[in-house]
Nanobody, 128 residues
């Protein structure tokens, strides 16, 4: 049974930084998969913010966060995903969800429906 445990999040003023982490358990060591962060603000659709493929070099960052956010996997725990969020803006305010799913070859699919497992979500609130 795959489980995702999220941590981090919270509140920040604009221009500040926060770090999200997600630990995935239940995957066999030889299985490669996509790990992603989605976010959803009230009244808006869930959007993919960042993604990484565990078996290759594929990474993805949404245009809205490029240059501010960075996605990485923990060097000591390969099934742990980090999202470093710098220069936060009020429009980054949302519930952030960690998700995992099969890749498309060595790429990660963009839709939330393509991800099988989800964390419980962690709130990020940025004030101006």
């Amino acid at each position: 049974q795959v489980q995702l445990a999220e941590s981090g999040g919270g509140s920040s003023q604009a221009g500040g930084s926060l770090r999200l982490s997600c630990a995935a358990s239940g995957y066999a060591y030889y299985v490669n998969y996509c790990m992603a962060w989605f976010r959803q603000a009230p009244g808006q659709e869930r959007e993919r913010v960042a993604a990484i493929y565990t078996g290759g070099i594929y990474t993805y960052l949404a245009d809205s966060v490029k240059g501010r956010f960075a996605i990485s996997r923990d060097n000591n725990a390969k099934n742990t995903l980090h999202l470093q969020m710098n220069n936060l803006k009020p429009e980054d305010t949302a519930m952030y969800y960690c998700a995992t799913g099969a890749g498309s070859g060595a790429l990660c699919r963009p839709r939330s429906a393509d991800y099988n497992y989800w964390g419980q979500g962690t709130q990020v609130t940025v004030s101006s």
